[in-house]
Nanobody, 125 residues
């Protein structure tokens, strides 16, 4: 069973940068795909970015492409999301997610089976 703990959220001004982290703990060594999703007030949870087990394959939502970078450090079981050029519309609770036993990228929330508790990102314009 995998447990996820996000950190790094907070307040930012438009144009600023933030880096989110997601630490995964697992007793059973295995491979897993990871992703970031976000949910703004009154809106559905939406895909942000995903990364394959090796880190060699990534995918992004159009709204963040070119501004956000997803990465992972498997030695530390940690997922990252570097967010640059933040906009007010990036304000949301950000969740990391894991799907154990998958090598590639996954962009749909229903494909993941473990979620973190979320971290709030608020961007003021």
């Amino acid at each position: 069973q995998v447990q996820l703990v996000e950190s790094g959220g907070g307040l930012a001004q438009a144009g600023d940068s933030l880096r989110l982290s997601c630490a995964a703990s697992t007793r059973t060594p295995s491979w897993y795909t990871m992703g970031w999703f976000r949910q703004a007030p009154g809106k559905e949870r939406e895909f942000v970015a995903t990364i394959s087990w090796s880190g060699g394959s990534t995918a992004y939502a159009d709204s963040v492409k070119g501004r956000f970078t997803i990465s992972r450090d498997n030695a530390k079981n940690t997922l990252y999301l570097q967010m640059n050029s933040l906009k007010a519309e990036d304000t949301a609770v950000y969740y990391c997610a894991v799907k154990v036993g998958v090598w590639g990228t996954l962009t749909a929330s229903w494909q993941y089976d473990t979620w973190g508790q979320g971290t709030q990102v608020t961007v003021s314009s």
